[in-house]
Nanobody, 128 residues
């Protein structure tokens, strides 16, 4: 099993930057495909970004493409979400997710139902 803990959320002005971290417990963290999702008040949880087990392939939602970048450091069992050019519409609780097992080294997952481990979330608020 994998325990995920997000950090790095906070309040930032529009146009600013923020970097979220997701620390995974245990040695199995580096073996998981990872993803970031977010949920704003009154909205469904939506896909933000995903990264394969190896970190070699990534996927980003159209709404954040070019502004957000997902990455991972398997040696530290940590996944990151670098957020630039933040907008008020980015305000949401951001969740880190992990999927185990993973069959393909280069595969990523964009659906929430495909993940079986979730962090508690970290609040990101972007002011105008």
């Amino acid at each position: 099993q994998v325990e995920l803990v997000e950090s790095g959320g906070g309040l930032v002005q529009a146009g600013g930057s923020l970097k979220l971290s997701c620390a995974a417990s245990g040695s199995t963290g580096s073996s998981a495909a990872m993803g970031w999702f977010r949920q704003a008040p009154g909205k469904e949880r939506e896909f933000v970004a995903a990264i394969s087990r190896s970190g070699g392939t990534t996927s980003h939602a159209d709404s954040v493409k070019g502004r957000f970048t997902i990455s991972r450091d398997n040696a530290k069992n940590t996944v990151y979400l670098k957020m630039d050019s933040l907008r008020p519409e980015d305000t949401a609780v951001y969740f880190c997710a992990a999927r185990l097992p993973v069959l393909y080294n280069s595969r990523y997952y964009r659906e929430a139902k495909e993940y079986n481990y979730w962090g508690q979330g970290t609040q990101v608020t972007v002011s105008s």
